[in-house]
């Protein structure tokens, strides 16, 4: 994990808290519940990015929220599994997952009511699975070949 974008990352008990200019970054393997919340960081925030490289993240129970500009942005040739994750505001004018290489399963996650686009998949990914989400309303964009989307509540 690259911590030079992050104030704040300290395990609290049972989950990790991150909440100034957030940012994790690939490589990681996170076991414990992952909150990122945008505590006046400013208003162009990234929660998780996956920049250029061949890393991974892994991700059991994550909250995602406060005002940030994009929650996850992932350009990445490793995977990034997001498993039972809340997905709560962001900005109407990005996807909050937006996946533009790599691989990526998210899975079991919800997303705040009719906010915009939740997923965004471009055709340049490796491999992505979508599976069981609570889409409340929110749009995705799946233009992967090997984009396998099932079970996802609209």
């Avoid at 300290?10 to 945008?38: C, K, M, W």
């Avoid at 909050?96 to 899975?107: A, E, N």
Wanted: with cysteine; aromatic share 6%; glycine share 10%.
């Amino acid at each position: 994990m690259n911590q030079r974008q992050a104030k704040t990352l300290h395990p609290r008990g049972p989950f990790f808290s991150l909440q100034t200019q957030p940012r994790v970054r690939a490589d990681y393997v996170i076991d414990e519940l992952l909150i990122i919340a945008n505590a006046g960081g400013g208003t162009r925030q990234i929660g998780i990015q996956g920049l250029a490289g061949n890393a991974g993240l892994n991700a059991n129970g994550a909250s995602i929220w406060k005002s940030l500009y994009q929650p996850v942005s992932w350009a990445n040739s490793g995977l990034l599994t997001l498993s039972i994750t809340r997905f709560l505001s962001w900005s109407s004018s990005s996807p909050r997952v937006q996946i533009s290489t790599g691989r990526v399963m998210l899975q079991n996650s919800y997303f705040t009511d009719n906010i915009g686009m939740a997923i965004s998949v471009s055709p340049t990914t490796q491999r992505v699975m979508i599976l069981g989400n609570m889409l409340c309303g929110n749009t995705v964009s799946l233009n992967a070949q090997t984009t396998t989307s099932t079970n996802n509540q609209p």
